[in-house]
Structures are given as C-alpha cells and as structure tokens.
C-alpha cells in the first residue's frame, strides 16, 4: 500500500513510501482510509521528525477487516477513527473503541475533521463542569477546538466570549453561537467565571486578569509556543482563589465522544468547518499552507481508495 511519510524537508514535509498493508491486533479494526485530517500538533512534529513518526491521527473510511475479538464494526461499515498514529495511508488499523459508525447521510471528508478537535472540545467542556449560564472566554478561538467549544458552549447555554486575531474569524464564531467576539483579550467584557485558554505566552496572565474571584482557567494547549509567565501577586488584583488547571484530550476510548460528535453533526447541531479539500497526492502543499495560516478551517485529503 501507499503511506505518507516525514521528510524533514519544511517544503516537501512529507512523501510517499511503498509500505506493507497493517496486521491489526485482535481489539482493532482494518479500515480503509477514505479521508483524513492534519492536525496542528502533526504539523509541529513534522518540524523535527522522530525516525519512527507516522503520522495520521484523524480518519473516515470504510472497515474491511474486522476485529478479531468480535468488538467494534462488522466489514462494510463506515467509520470515523482515532488511531494513535499512521493514518496518513491507504490502510490503517485502528482500536475498535476508538470508531464511531457513519450515518448515511455524514460523508468521509466531514467526518474525518471530528476527531482530535472535536474530542478535545467535547471533553474540555467535561472538565470545566456545568456550563450553562457560564461566562467563558475563549482564547485561540478560529481554530477547529474553538469553533466547536464555541458551538457547543452556547448550544448548552453558555456566554461565550471567544478571542481570534480577524474580523472575518469572528463572523463565522458570532454565526456559531458566540455572544461577544473581541480580537485583544483587554477588550474581552469580563469577569468571567471560567476561561478556556489554548495560546500560552502573554495570553495566560491576560487571561487571569480577565477572571473572577474563585473561577477557573482551563490552559489546553500552546499553540503560539511561548511560554507563559504569571506573577503571584497578579491574583490579588482580581481573581484571587482562583482555579488553574492543565488538560489534555487524551486517555481512556475514544469511541463514545466520537459518537456523540457524530450524532451532534447528524442532528444539524455541530457544524465542522472544512476550508479545503484536495486529493492526498497534494499533502505536502496542504501541509505548507496550514504552516503558513493559508487555510482557513479543517484540511481534509481524499486518499486514491474514494476515486
């Protein structure tokens, strides 16, 4: 079979190999990758490429061998996946507890930008609790977790208040749900009793300053690579007792929050965001232009089994 591998090039980030076709363990599906999803995270490990990275955590397509343990989706079933790694390929096996089946009417390319965004989302509101009525705000908010958690924040209630860098950014989150948009967390009408923070650097104390006596700040991610700064003292300016707390997505199946996203999308109420679609011939550009911010929402690549 085709799989794309890392170059270590930052023009050409990846390329095709000739690979022999996965063995899946008695838990894991063999499924036939129909479109798949780059993530910002691969994007950085692509940077400085480890020998063994194969990268493709994001897939939709069809199961075309089963689990051997009889757990999971029979041959035939449309799916979309979360496997640990290697997706980038024309088969990739895949935990059954990390599938979700397809309905007819959700094609491979929609599905395929759920899983990493759309589980951190769902499981990052989790963690912050009860929601309703809350005032959140939202840092690095364009990006495919903050178009869900924006979406799905004000669908259960929620005040969002959602931070991103462009006027045109911010139509598309006011279009979602979101109750205020600002493009400086200064301006963000606080306090807040729960803040969602994802760019790390100056963001983090920015936050806290925006924050209410005994709230909560959830720091999901760095995705501007800086790192953060707080000053003790900052707390007695506002939000004194307040709560900070790291997360990370990961742990434990995936399947059931990747049903749930399924459902949600089904029901008209989770609108994912796909900006492009290109055949997986073109990944290394795709690859280039998500460095360079030239997409605007999920990539998805087709692979050659939808032709």
Not at 1 to 8: A, F, K, N, S, V
Not at 40 to 65: C, W
Not at 82 to 91: M, R, S
Not at 237 to 252: M, Q
């Amino acid at each position: 079979m085709q799989r794309l591998i890392p170059t270590g090039d930052p023009e050409r980030p990846v390329a095709f190999t000739e690979a022999a076709e996965p063995v899946p363990r008695s838990d894991e599906a063999l499924v036939r990758v129909e479109a798949f999803a780059p993530n910002r995270g691969e994007t950085f490990l692509l940077e400085n490429p480890h020998p063994d990275l194969l990268p493709g955590k994001d897939v939709a397509g069809l199961v075309v061998q089963a689990a051997a343990d009889g757990s999971g989706p029979r041959i035939g079933s449309r799916v979309v996946g979360h496997p640990p790694l290697g997706g980038w390929a024309d088969y990739v096996a895949v935990p059954t507890d990390a599938l979700a089946v397809l309905p007819d009417a959700l094609d491979a390319v929609t599905a395929a930008a759920l899983p990493l965004a759309g589980i951190t989302a769902v499981r990052l509101l989790r963690a912050a609790g009860a929601v309703p009525g809350a005032r959140i705000l939202l840092t690095g908010a364009s990006g495919g977790v903050g178009h869900y958690v924006t979406e799905l924040a004000a669908g259960a209630g929620a005040v969002v208040t959602a931070v991103t860098a462009t006027p045109e950014r911010g139509s598309r989150l006011s279009a979602l749900g979101a109750t205020h948009v600002v493009h400086d967390i200064a301006d963000a009408p606080g306090p807040f009793d729960l803040v969602l923070e994802s760019t790390g650097g100056s963001a983090v104390a920015a936050c806290l300053a925006r924050l209410r006596p005994g709230g909560t700040l959830i720091w999901f991610g760095q995705a501007g690579r800086i790192p953060a700064t707080l000053n003790f003292f900052d707390f007695f300016a506002g939000p004194e007792n307040a709560t900070i707390r790291h997360f990370h997505y990961a742990g434990g199946p995936y399947g059931r929050d990747l049903g749930t996203l399924v459902r949600l999308v089904a029901e008209g109420r989770l609108h994912p965001e796909v900006g492009l679609v290109a055949d997986w011939s073109e990944t290394a550009r795709v690859l280039v232009d998500l460095r360079e911010r030239r997409v605007r929402g999920k990539a998805v690549l087709t692979t050659s089994s939808t032709r």
